[in-house]
């Protein structure tokens, strides 16, 4: 039923920008949290940003000023701008949701999430 499908990714020399999209369906689109994470080869799952139903947006420390968050509700689509990329950016990106029911959250830890797209993979060279 649900369904999140990330578009987008690519190859980009560092400094370069990327917007990824995340189309979401078979969800309440405005009473989902979601984040954008990303996973380089074996390593662990990271949270990137997030976003909240009151808008609210949360970023990893390491992309702060490069990457912005917003959601469009009548598209239902998930954004990530991401400017000023480095090699370090690279990755697998995934878009995620989880429905607020009110308790706690945090918004850039992927285990608090369970609605998951199959990624979209960025690459940038130096």
């Known amino acids: 039923q649900v369904k999140l499908e990330e578009s987008g990714g690519g190859s980009v020399q560092a400094g370069g920008s990327l917007r990824l999209s995340c189309a979401a369906s078979g969800i309440y689109f405005s009473g989902v949290c979601m984040g954008w994470f990303r996973q380089d080869s074996d390593k662990e799952r990271e949270g990137v940003a997030a976003?909240?139903?009151?808008?609210?947006?949360s970023y990893a420390g390491s992309v702060k000023g490069r990457f912005t968050i917003s959601k469009d509700n009548a598209k239902n689509i998930l954004y990530l701008q991401m400017n000023s990329l480095k090699p370090e950016d690279t990755g697998m990106y995934y878009c995620?949701?989880?429905?607020?029911?009110?308790?706690?959250?945090?918004?850039?830890?992927?285990?608090?999430?369970?609605?998951w797209g199959q990624g979209t993979q960025v690459t940038v060279s130096s």
């Open positions: 995620a949701a989880v429905y607020w029911h009110g308790g706690s959250w945090q918004p850039l830890n992927p285990h608090d999430y369970n609605y």
């Open positions: 976003i909240a139903t009151d808008g609210t947006t």
